[in-house]
């Protein structure tokens, strides 16, 4: 049976799991649309997502950023990303992949085919059975739920409160959990800085 038409489709953000205790869910919506597609995802996939993000510089190279330079080593490139099906609650994504000559199909996880989506800069699709069975229309979206880089509705690191640090003090803090690659505690700490920075 032929596949219907790719909708395209746009990350809005990522946010904490209310329904899954150490889980987040990555919000990607239809660019020609309103509906939202919530999935999701581990802890680990959602820091490696929020680092290509974010724009944060690790020391040492993350497992999707060695996939990537893999792949480069020998002319492999992902042109794009499909989320291809929706069963009992759980999403399922291909990686079409080419060396310029032949194109390969790669099953992948979700959460990893989306980190590895934000590396090669390759578009993520899936059809309208997946969006009509799993997506959600969103009429009205508040500033919380539009996202540039990434928030969450509960912090990555819960039992630290930054309120009381200077942003000099937060800019620190931030070099060393990066140099100490704990990216979970420099999101939440690059959240901070950019609540303050919204608030002067």
């Known amino acids: 049976m032929a596949k219907m038409e790719k909708i395209r489709l746009d990350i809005i953000g990522m946010s904490y799991s209310q329904s899954q205790s150490g889980a987040y869910a990555i919000i990607l919506g239809e660019r020609e649309g309103k509906r939202r597609l919530p999935i999701i995802i581990g802890g680990f996939e959602a820091q490696a997502i929020a680092i290509e993000l974010e724009k944060i510089k690790t020391p040492r190279p993350l497992t999707h950023d060695l996939f990537k330079s893999f792949a480069e080593a020998f002319d492999v490139s992902i042109t794009e990303v499909i989320i291809n099906k929706f069963s009992e609650g759980v999403f399922f994504a291909v990686l079409i992949c080419t060396d310029g000559e032949t194109e390969h199909e790669v099953d992948s996880r979700t959460s990893d085919a989306i980190a590895l989506a934000l590396r090669f800069n390759c578009p993520v699709y899936t059809y309208e059975d997946i969006m ?34 200077s942003v000099a003090e937060l800019k620190q803090l931030l070099k060393k959990a990066v140099e100490n690659e704990e990216y979970e505690k420099a999101s939440a700490i690059r959240d901070e800085i950019n609540k303050r920075k919204r608030k002067t």
């Open 132 to 165: 009509s069975a799993a997506g959600i229309i969103m009429e009205e979206e508040s500033a919380e739920t539009k996202l540039s880089g990434v928030k969450k509705d509960a912090p990555a690191t819960p039992e630290e409160d930054f309120a009381s640090n």
